[in-house]
């Protein structure tokens, strides 16, 4: 549709389902009817043109007795009527009416009103006959002189739109508008003469340029924003250029507008590579993201940072930026820190890795004194594991990083699960700074709040004390953690002399106790529910096994286990020997004995009970071999972890590094497009997009092999062969856009009119815009484009009809239902990583799960797993290592994200039933879960519908 008919239909509230009046009856309401009458009578008639109507009779009418009217309504329905209504005849040439409304326009041209000139002259860029255009030359010259600046602007555009279609009515146009360019004050009008000087005469546009080049900073933003793209366009056209505009796009650099500041600099880095420009541009970058409220910008200035500092030679000049990018981190959104800290991560070197972690150890101190906010934890997590990498990738600074282990004592388990994993690998990796980590371990080790870090912080001191005191250290906090013992004893000791002498009646395991209403209670000593010590003042570890966490004890065992091996091997007297083992089975078997007891809020579980069993047994025997165990092999597990681990990132990383580049051979040859022959250019299907993709590194190989297959995949057929109205539907998924490129036919020998596209949508969809109607020949075609907004990742369905109208029919409209067409939700899901905190933090806080039973013909196992992988887009967790080989079972976690930001995880657990023989099919479980119903729902559903493996 053009301006006009958007205009039009802006305007008139005429029913399109109505029957259109009669021409008679329209030419009565033009001629005699008041202005209000005439107004609706000319939208109607606008409208039945649009919908293919011939009314050549009303033409002189609406000269004669619509045309002469003053009425500002009027004048903009006629302007829209002007540009629709046939203005030659079947032979081509122009209509003796129009003559008069050429002067009518004329009359316009000149009006004392500046809105009515200013939207002729608009109006005027649509005609497409020169001999309506050529007598109003002199009036269209005149406006360019007019006091109000709407005017002036518009005749600019109306100028340069009659001399790129026909330049011989205007010849001397370049020179006209140079002239009034030099002379012009007023910013909107002078951006308009400047960009026709960039296309219709390229070298005045440049010698204007040259001559004010030193007033530019002081010129509009719109005007600035047009000398950038000249400047742009002009330098990759003529290299030699550069060093005449460089100093331009230098000055743009200090405007007042964030528009011009962002492509100046855009533009700086395309013409120049020199370090100083890059260092230029990256800093207009960060003032930009520093000054800048929008987030959205924000992210968008940090893409492009990113960009450049994957060009190798800029990768040096923003090394040196790394303390100004830093300065983003003031801002309190959580994806832009996240972005920034990454950059920063990818940009530190030796030169500033210790300003690096000198800042973030600020940040983290900060986010301890600050309100606590939504995101204050999650950014005290992205510090920390920014921290953890640096000391990893440069091992001096880990001594620096040490401090943070306070942060283990934190209320945030999941900072203090990361400040964990630090100090694990830091410890395996570092060998001078065991005895710096342990003694600060030893530290913080009484005033750990959270179970899960305090399990970690045994596992590290018993795996690495190695030292005599280290090892009575630990014993030492072991003890003060886990108070007096026997514990059962102890508990039902202080229950019982909590009481008050004078509220004693009797002695013995029930006690007789005086009410307040003056009468006898019976309560039993191990059941008061007066506690005789607040919850809060028990040691912590005793604290852990009074509200029945005793995974906490088994791991208590294992370490007193490892460090009685390590102390027999360290000191040689028997006595000494025998007093540690002792002490550290009797803690043991306290514990036992609580699990037993009823003093807990759960018993132990005969899991625990076994373990600590077993270290006891162990404890008793002291063999060689299970020194072994216990002290070389589970250290070794945490080697082959790491390095696993360690591995993996170097795997990501090249294959990122292996996506971007492009590697093109020396001795490749070179293929021409011009030089090709023709008979190899015809059994190529699109050699320019299989090029563009290839230069877009190749990211879509399936589609450049093939990419009218590609595309032919994604056609929909709405309709039946045989239905009147033939449609089928091109569904292209843009992010957060879904285009529907909707393909019409008239099968009839009837014209349609008002044929409408009527789409609804199910799920979160919203149809942004109503596609507008339109007339179709017999037997023509029409293509129809609708938008669907996309909200979130689910599953959603687009139906509805096409309706039209029989020309000449009086009958009721006409109706074709179309068949639906389904989103698909793999269209919004991306692979993507996270580590194992973050996963099982997210497995506890998601509320939606789904699980799917495994249905499928496959019989092997890591089959399975890779079909479903690709069937869902998710990424396997799991370490390939721990997957390879043969056990009769697997399990995995899968791991995606949306490009809404919400994720989804699934654990795979599946089986191969050897008892039904070696052909019989996978069996198990899939267990999904996310943080929105429709998310889990709909990748449930296709789990099942692409469990199968379909037979080639």
Not at 166 to 184: C, K, S
Not at 292 to 316: A, G, Q, W, Y
Not at 611 to 632: A, Q, T
């Amino acid at each position: 549709m053009t301006a006009a008919e958007n205009v039009c239909y802006t305007l008139i509230n005429v029913p399109m389902d109505s029957e259109p009046p009669s021409e008679i009856s329209l030419k009565n309401d033009l001629e005699k009817g008041d202005v209000k009458l005439k107004t609706e009578a000319l939208k109607k008639v606008i409208i039945m043109i649009l919908n293919g109507e011939k009314l050549p009779g009303l033409l002189m009418t609406i000269i004669r007795f619509v045309l002469p009217l003053q009425d500002h309504t009027i004048k903009k329905l006629l302007l829209v009527f002007w540009e629709i209504v046939p203005k030659t005849t079947p032979d081509g040439r122009l209509l003796q009416e129009m003559i008069l409304v050429c002067d009518a326009y004329r009359k316009d041209l000149q009006h004392p009103n500046e809105f009515i000139r200013g939207s002729t002259l608009r109006f005027l860029c649509k005609l497409k006959e020169a001999e309506l255009l050529e007598p109003l030359m002199p009036a269209i010259r005149a406006c360019l002189e007019h006091r109000h600046s709407y005017v002036r602007r518009n005749a600019v555009l109306a100028i340069y739109t009659i001399y790129r279609n026909f330049e011989h009515l205007i010849p001397d146009a370049p020179e006209l508008i140079h002239d009034f360019l030099v002379n012009e004050k007023d910013a909107s009008c002078k951006r308009n003469a400047f960009m026709m000087l960039i296309h219709a005469d390229q070298d005045r546009a440049l010698d204007y340029l040259s001559t004010c080049i030193d007033q530019v900073q002081t010129f509009g933003d719109i005007l600035q924003l047009v000398i950038v793209e000249l400047i742009y366009k002009v330098c990759h056209a003529n290299p030699s250029e550069r060093a005449r505009f460089i100093r331009c796009i230098y000055n743009l650099l200090q405007s007042s507008s964030p528009a011009v500041k962002y492509e100046a600099a855009g533009t700086l880095v395309t013409l120049s590579s020199a370090p100083t420009a890059i260092k230029a541009a990256a800093q207009c970058y960060i003032d930009l993201i520093i000054k800048e409220s929008d987030n959205n910008v924000k992210l968008i200035v940090l893409d492009r940072l990113i960009e450049l500092k994957e060009h190798p030679s800029h990768e040096r000049v923003l090394q040196d930026l790394v303390m100004d990018i830093l300065r983003v981190l003031s801002t309190p959104d959580l994806e832009v820190r996240k972005k920034t800290l990454q950059l920063a991560l990818d940009l530190v070197s030796s030169r500033n890795v210790e300003e690096l972690v000198i800042v973030l150890k600020k940040e983290v101190i900060k986010t301890n004194n600050v309100t606590e906010h939504e995101d204050t934890d999650k950014y005290r997590q992205l510090l920390v594991r920014t921290l953890h990498s640096c000391s990893v990738r440069f091992p001096d600074m880990a001594a620096n990083v040490i401090p943070l282990m306070e942060f283990l004592s934190d209320n945030n388990e999941a900072a203090a699960a990361d400040v964990l994993e630090f100090v694990r690998e830091a410890i395996q990796r570092f060998d001078n700074l065991r005895p710096l980590i342990v003694e600060k371990m030893l530290e913080v080790f009484h005033a750990i709040k959270s179970v899960k870090i305090y399990r970690g912080a045994l596992w590290i001191l018993g795996e690495y004390c190695s030292t005599k005191e280290d090892i009575q250290s630990v014993m030492t906090e072991v003890r003060r953690s886990l108070g007096e013992i026997p514990i059962v004893e102890s508990e039902i000791k202080k229950e019982t002399g909590e009481l008050k002498p004078e509220e004693e009646v009797s002695v013995g395991p029930a006690q007789k106790l005086v009410t307040e209403m003056g009468t006898y209670a019976t309560q039993s000593a191990l059941s008061s529910s007066r506690p005789a010590k607040k919850e809060e003042d028990r040691p912590p570890l005793r604290g852990f096994l009074l509200d029945g966490d005793f995974f906490v004890a088994a791991s208590l065992a294992t370490t007193l286990t490892k460090i009685a091996l390590r102390y027999v091997s360290l000191v040689q007297e028997k006595k000494k020997q025998n007093s540690f083992i002792a002490e550290a089975m009797l803690l043991m078997a306290t514990i036992l004995h609580l699990g037993k007891s009823s003093l807990p809020k759960k018993p132990i579980t005969d899991d625990d009970v076994d373990r600590i069993s077993l270290c006891l047994k162990v404890l008793s025997e002291c063999s060689p071999l299970m020194n072994d165990i216990f002290n070389k092999e589970c250290r070794q597990s945490l080697s082959h972890m790491l390095s696993a681990k360690l591995e993996e990132e170097k795997l990501s990383q090249k294959k990122e590094s292996e996506k971007r580049n492009v590697t093109v051979q020396p001795d490749d040859p070179i293929s021409f497009m011009q030089l090709t022959a023709k008979n190899e250019m015809s059994s190529k299907e699109d050699q320019f997009q299989l090029s563009l993709l290839a230069a877009m590194g190749n990211t879509q190989r399936k589609e450049a092999a093939d990419p009218l297959a590609s595309k032919l995949n994604k056609v929909t057929q709405l309709t039946g062969f045989s239905d009147p109205v033939y449609a089928e539907a091109y569904v292209h998924v843009n992010q957060y856009d879904i285009v529907l490129d909707v393909l019409v036919v008239n099968q009839t020998s009837d014209t349609l009119q008002n044929c409408t596209l009527e789409l609804a949508t199910l799920g979160d969809l919203k149809l942004v815009e109503k596609p507008s109607p339109l007339t179709l020949a017999p037997h023509d075609f029409a293509n129809i484009k609708a938008n669907v907004k996309v909200a979130s990742t689910e599953n959603g369905i687009i139906f509805g009809n096409i309706v039209y109208d029989i020309s000449g029919a009086a009958s009721d409209r006409n109706c074709v239902v179309l068949s639906d067409i389904h989103i698909d939700i793999m269209d919004y899901i991306q692979p993507a990583s996270c580590t194992d905190a973050e996963f099982r933090q997210m497995w506890a806080e998601f509320e939606w799960e789904n699980k799917v039973t495994v249905n499928t013909n496959i019989i092997d196992l890591n089959e399975y797993l890779q079909h479903i992988l690709k069937s869902t887009n998710m990424k396997c967790l799991t370490p390939e290592k721990a997957l390879s080989g043969y056990c009769g079972f697997m399990a995995a976690n899968l791991y995606a994200r949306s490009i809404f930001g919400e994720d989804a995880l699934a654990n795979v657990s599946i089986e191969k039933p050897i008892h039904l023989g070696p052909e019989a099919p996978v069996t198990g479980h899939i267990r999904i879960r996310a943080k929105s119903q429709g998310m889990a729902l709909s990748l449930g559903d296709k789990i099942n519908l692409s469990q199968k493996k379909t037979s080639l």
